[in-house]
């Protein structure tokens, strides 16, 4: 199931996620999540870096490695969901849909100068059954993480939105996948919501961060 340079714990695998997507079958996981690197120099106003990795590959062999762990995420998963950043959306298949995640509060600077107040969420596969998602619209506001170990994370997602996808894209007692598994907001939605959680993440540092807040998330009684 790992690869021979993984460590697996509390649902979460150290190692490189395309060698360990290929250890999973066809289908194998109900939904899968993915916030890959967008191939950035640096990430917002305070110019973070992810720890111990290239922040910015030359642009072919972005896409490229773009094409690679998307076939692996897409072929174990029924459904999944990406947040691939504006600028690298013509670097995968064409979607079944996308969502606009709007974040009015945002300080990002993008490309032409203005700031980045919205990103795609690109779906691949069916919301899931029972489920509605209303409008194709997500409004969550970035948040400042000056509080809680995620923020030694240069990019976490806020836990809000998250937990809205995992809700609309899985049920109860599904099998969820995170194949970039960072600060770990993905395994807090699903410990919350009762989903079989399996997270990767190359950087053992951020696995650890994944790690204690999944074991510190409290599973609700109801």
Request: aromatic share 12%; hydrophobic share 35%; charged share 25%.
């Amino acid at each position: 199931m790992t690869s021979p340079h993984s460590s697996k714990d509390s649902g979460v695998i150290c190692g490189d996620c395309v060698e360990i997507m290929r250890g999973f079958s066809d289908g194998q996981f109900d939904f899968c999540f993915a916030d890959p690197p967008y191939n950035a120099k640096n990430i917002g106003p305070n110019a973070r870096v992810y720890e111990g990795q290239q922040m910015q590959l030359p642009v072919e062999e972005y896409k490229e490695w773009c094409s690679v762990w998307f076939k692996e995420a897409r072929r174990v998963s029924k459904t999944l969901v990406l947040t691939p950043g504006i600028a690298n959306v013509c670097y995968y298949p064409q979607p079944d849909w996308i969502l606009a995640w709007h974040k009015p509060a945002s300080v990002s600077f993008n490309r032409m100068g203005g700031f980045n107040a919205w990103e795609p969420i690109m779906i691949y596969g069916e919301i899931a059954k029972g489920k509605r998602l209303g409008q194709d619209y997500i409004l969550v506001n970035t948040l400042n993480f000056s509080k809680g170990i995620e923020k030694e994370h240069p990019c976490p997602k806020p836990q809000e939105l998250i937990d809205i996808l995992v809700d609309r894209f899985s049920n109860e007692g599904d099998s969820v996948l995170d194949p970039f598994v960072g600060s770990g907001t993905t395994a807090v939605s699903c410990k919350k919501m009762k989903r079989d959680f399996t997270g990767i993440d190359i950087i053992e540092r951020y696995c650890a961060i994944s790690r204690e807040r999944y074991e510190k998330q409290i599973i609700p009684l109801l």
